[in-house]
Nanobody, 125 residues
């Protein structure tokens, strides 16, 4: 069973640069594409970034492109989301997700198979 555990959330000032981490287990890292998603209060869950396992190509939502970077470390079975230039509208619960296929191609939430419980990121202005 694939298990995903997020960490690194908390209260951050606008303009900050925290890094979220996702520890994964129960899967073969190079066969699963990974992603970060978020859900703000009263809004639907949306994609933030995904990364293919095959070519490690990353895809970003327009709202975070140029500010966030997704990466993964196969040796540690970990996926990261480096966030920079945070804005109050980035406040949300951030979820790590995995799909049992090599390529995500910027998949939305419905395209993912496994989910972590999330880590809350709150940005204050």
């Amino acid at each position: 069973q694939v298990q995903l555990v997020e960490s690194g959330g908390g209260s951050v000032q606008a303009g900050g640069s925290p890094r979220l981490s996702c520890a994964a287990s129960g899967y073969v890292a190079r066969l699963y594409c990974m992603g970060w998603f978020r859900q703000a209060p009263g809004k639907e869950r949306e994609g933030v970034a995904t990364i293919n396992a095959g070519d490690e190509r990353a895809y970003y939502a327009d709202s975070v492109r140029g500010r966030f970077t997704i990466s993964q470390d196969y040796t540690k079975n970990a996926v990261y989301l480096q966030m920079t230039s945070l804005k109050p509208e980035d406040t949300a619960m951030y979820y790590c997700a995995a799909a049992a296929r090599t390529y995500c191609y910027g998949s939305g939430p419905r395209g993912m198979d496994y989910w972590g419980k999330g880590t809350l990121v709150t940005i204050s202005s």
